[in-house]
């Protein structure tokens, strides 16, 4: 393990998997299973997430 502290936390990942469709592939293959299109894809939606957070907080 690389001692790195992550950036998105399991039910963040969880909850957009769920949202984008993709989600029963994470439970049959765990996270290194996605396809790389679906973890763009995941970190695209993670950054909406937050950016209307931010927007919300002004």
Request: charged share 30%; hydrophobic share 35%; aromatic share 6%.
């Amino acid at each position: 393990m690389s001692g790195k502290k992550p950036m998105m936390s399991e039910a963040l990942k969880t909850e957009i998997a769920k949202e984008l469709g993709f989600y029963d592939t994470v439970q049959r293959e765990g996270w290194g299973g996605i396809s790389s299109k679906d973890a763009g894809n995941m970190v695209k939606r993670a950054l909406e997430i937050a950016e209307q957070g931010l927007n919300k907080s002004k």
